[in-house]
T-cell receptor
Framework: DVKVTQSSRYLVKRTGEKVFLECVQD?????MFWYRQDPGLGLRLIYF???????EKGDIPEGYSVSREKKERFSLILESASTNQTSMYLC??????????FGPGTRLTVT | EDQVTQSPEALRLQEGESSSLNCSYT??????LFWYRQDPGKGPEFLFT???AGEEKEKERLKATLTKKESFLHITAPKPEDSATYLC?????????????FGAGTRLAVHP
């Protein structure tokens, strides 16, 4: 079974803090993704990575950066957290042209 | 512009009352269509992949079908544990690196 894990289920941070969200997959997938999910807006792609050290912007990359130093690990960084970044963050991984498998999500609250 | 629309937004069923969820898509060449189930506060769980019109996949009480413009998720004799949000996503030929376009989902509630 594919397993995608995320570092925290719940996180509370203050405005202006630097926030790291980590994601690890155990299936040797090339592709990894970060989404955020908000009521009424659905799943929106923030960044994705198709190989180690490679990244592409998704639909809403502003205010975020990513890092992929190892194939199994993909980190999302909020450089200076703001209240409008309060959301559910979902990590996913996939082989090329196949279904994505999601982690359990991190519910981030920025106060 | 590539687009995915799911209907209805919400559906309430009695246990045992079969129904269908719809996913309509407009994409410049379909590579694949995916169905997911999402429980509150959790990540989406993969259910099915469909690649070409006429294809069907089944799993327990769920059956997914695909035409050139839409997909249906049929739920036969649902149980309360089938209550969840069902998400549809497509991978378009114009997208790269396995980028998916998600619909907004259908919230299904099955009552005993």
């Amino acid at each position: 079974d594919v397993k995608v894990t995320q570092s925290s289920r719940y996180l509370v941070k203050r405005t202006g803090e630097k926030v790291f969200l980590e994601c690890v997959q155990d299936m040797d997938h090339e592709n990894m993704f970060w989404y955020r999910q908000d009521p009424g807006l659905g799943l929106r792609l923030i960044y994705f990575s198709y190989d180690v050290k490679m990244k592409e912007k998704g639909d809403i990359p502003e205010g975020y950066s990513v890092s992929r130093e190892k194939k199994e690990r993909f980190s999302l960084i909020l450089e200076s957290a703001s209240t409008n970044q309060t959301s559910m963050y979902l990590c996913a991984s996939s082989l090329q042209l196949y279904e994505q498998y999601f982690g359990p999500g991190t519910r981030l609250t920025v106060t | 512009e590539d687009q995915v629309t799911q209907s209805p937004e919400a559906l309430r069923l009695q246990e045992g009352e079969s129904s269908s969820l719809n996913c309509s898509y407009t994409v410049s060449g379909l590579r694949g269509l995916f169905w997911y189930r999402q429980d509150p506060g959790k990540g989406p769980e993969f259910l099915f992949t469909l690649y070409s019109a006429g294809e069907e996949k089944e799993k327990e009480r769920l059956k997914a079908t695909l035409t050139k413009k839409e997909s249906f998720l049929h739920i036969t004799a649902p149980k309360p544990e089938d209550s969840a949000t069902y998400l549809c996503a497509v991978q378009a030929a114009s997208g790269g690196y396995n980028k998916l376009i998600f619909g907004a989902g259908t919230r299904l509630a099955v009552h005993p």
